[in-house]
């Protein structure tokens, strides 16, 4: 931590899981016997697996509370900076997720709060409740993203960020250690996926995938080389270097693998867009950006033509089916439709009531149902 902080790294995150809590401990005894200036810091912490009782588990407004009480004792901390829920919660309303953080925020215990492993689709619900009832939303969710995981971060982030301004804190960098090349000719016993409880990685890595995804690396390390770099800084700046990414989170377990990684700085001026066009053209995998040709829906409204056997014209069916098939897609409609609380889609745990509906409008089962 010293050699972060001392190289400018300033956001140090954990969780109320890890190492059963002992990390907050740590992360807090180290704070305070360095003396680092609390202004000067960025700390983070997730909330969900607090636990073995029911009650210390989740995203409910008592485990939210004493979760993060929890977690600012064991950092002898009067505040973190961000608090995330650290996956999604069935079992829980938006609503009272939202109430809880809004009022953790309202107390002093936190600055913000963001998202960790939620889709843009739950995230969108929580800016929308947070809206309504006039509470705090979201500001970031953390995402994987690295070289082999580009879906979310590229495609479906970017929307939420133009549209409602969350940000991504993204993690796993290397892949877990995969983009490093240490595995490129086995499993090294001291490695990670050595260890039992990693077994579902060993078993990536040696799968048909696991071995294209070596081969590529292989070509990687060309561009590195042209580059004056290793592979993991090159990783590492690739992952900066994408303009909605506020900050990419660093796993390492010596100082010389963290010496290692934080030189990727140095490497980020270098990222042309011919270099990030060679990475795209060796990886292949570069996401699709799905363009939506549906209607604006402040467009007037246009009758469509019935269905057989209904003889009268269906104004929200349309607006529906934009819900229904944008989903991760096209947030250009599927924000408007939320702000102006239109109907239910995929994701949606409850109904929002139809606005858009008004009066004399043909009553056809497709309203009836909306």
């Not at 902080?5 to 907050?24: I, K, M």
């Not at 992360?27 to 009650?55: H, P």
């Amino acid at each position: 931590m010293t050699i972060a902080y001392e190289s400018g790294v300033n956001l140090f995150d954990t969780a109320e899981v890890y190492a059963g809590g002992r990390a907050e401990i740590i992360l807090g005894n180290i704070i305070k016997k360095k003396c680092w200036r609390r202004s000067s810091l960025v700390i983070t912490t997730k909330l969900y697996w607090g636990g073995k009782a029911e009650t210390e588990r989740g995203l409910s407004r008592k485990h939210i509370i004493e979760g993060l009480k929890g977690s600012l004792q064991r950092m002898q901390l009067e505040y973190v900076d961000v608090v995330f829920a650290n996956r999604p919660d069935s079992n829980t309303p938006m609503e009272e997720i939202v109430r809880a953080m809004t009022y953790v925020i309202n107390q002093g215990m936190a600055m913000y709060w963001g998202t960790s492993r939620w889709t843009a689709m739950e995230i969108m619900e929580a800016y929308s409740v947070a809206r309504q009832f006039n509470l705090i939303p979201p500001v970031c969710e953390q995402a994987e993203y690295h070289l082999f995981q580009r879906e979310k971060v590229e495609v479906q982030l970017p929307e939420l960020y133009h549209k409602i301004g969350v940000g991504a804190m993204t993690w796993s960098p290397l892949a877990c250690g995969i983009i490093t090349g240490k595995y490129e000719n086995g499993i090294p016993e001291s490695s990670r996926a050595s260890m039992k409880s990693y077994q579902w990685l060993k078993e990536k890595i040696v799968s048909e995938d696991g071995r294209k995804q070596q081969a590529k690396l292989k070509e990687l390390n060309h561009i590195a080389e042209k580059l004056g770099c290793t592979l993991p800084q090159l990783a590492v700046a690739w992952c900066l270097r994408n303009e909605g990414v506020s900050s990419v989170l660093l796993g390492t377990s010596n100082p010389e693998q963290l010496t290692e990684n934080l030189g990727a700085i140095q490497v980020l001026p270098k990222m042309t867009s011919h270099i990030v066009s060679d990475i795209d053209h060796i990886l292949g995998n570069r996401p699709y950006k799905f363009r939506s040709t549906a209607p604006s829906l402040d467009a007037p409204k246009q009758p469509q033509t019935p269905p057989a056997g209904n003889g009268q014209p269906c104004y929200v069916q349309a607006l529906h089916s934009v819900t229904m098939f944008s989903r991760d897609f096209c947030f250009d409609e599927l924000y408007r439709v939320h702000l102006r609380g239109a109907c239910s889609c995929p994701g949606m745990k409850r109904p929002v009531k139809h606005s858009l509906y008004q009066q004399g409008d043909p009553l056809t089962p497709e309203n009836q149902a909306l």
